[in-house]
């Protein structure tokens, strides 16, 4: 099973940029698409994108696209969002996980390994 660390969140202004990673172990990192959710306080925890497992695939929340690019790195076990053009809404707490199990790619439930999370806060 892999197991997920997130790191790169912070406090930056509207119209700023960060990039998160997501470290992972294991030998079966590459076997999965790998996929970013975020959970802001009192809502569900939503889909925000999510990368194939080649990386030649991707697939992004109508809220982010044009503004998030997610990649991934397999030899090194990393998978990485990079987020520009920040807004006030996208401040979250940001997961990422693997995709282990059938069903819709923009469901959490299915992924799984999910790392603790990243705080991402944006002011405006």
């Known amino acids: 099973q892999v197991q997920l660390v997130e790191s790169g969140g912070g406090l930056v202004q509207a119209g700023g940029s960060l990039r998160l990673s997501c470290a992972g172990s294991?030998?079966?990192?590459?076997?999965?698409?790998m996929g970013w959710f975020r959970q802001a306080p009192g809502k569900e925890r939503e889909f925000v994108a999510l990368?194939?497992?080649?990386?030649?695939?991707?697939y992004y929340a109508d809220s982010v696209k044009g503004r998030f690019t997610i990649s991934r790195d397999n030899a090194k076990n990393t998978v990485y969002l990079q987020m520009n053009s920040l807004k006030p809404e996208d401040t979250a707490v940001y997961y990422c996980?693997?995709?282990?199990?059938?069903?819709?790619?923009?469901?959490?439930?299915?992924?799984?390994?999910w790392g603790q999370g990243t705080q991402v806060t944006v002011s405006s």
């Open positions: 294991g030998r079966t990192f590459s076997s999965y698409g």
């Open positions: 990368i194939s497992i080649s990386g030649t695939s991707t």
């Open positions: 996980a693997a995709r282990r199990y059938s069903g819709t790619y923009y469901s959490a439930a299915s992924y799984d390994g």
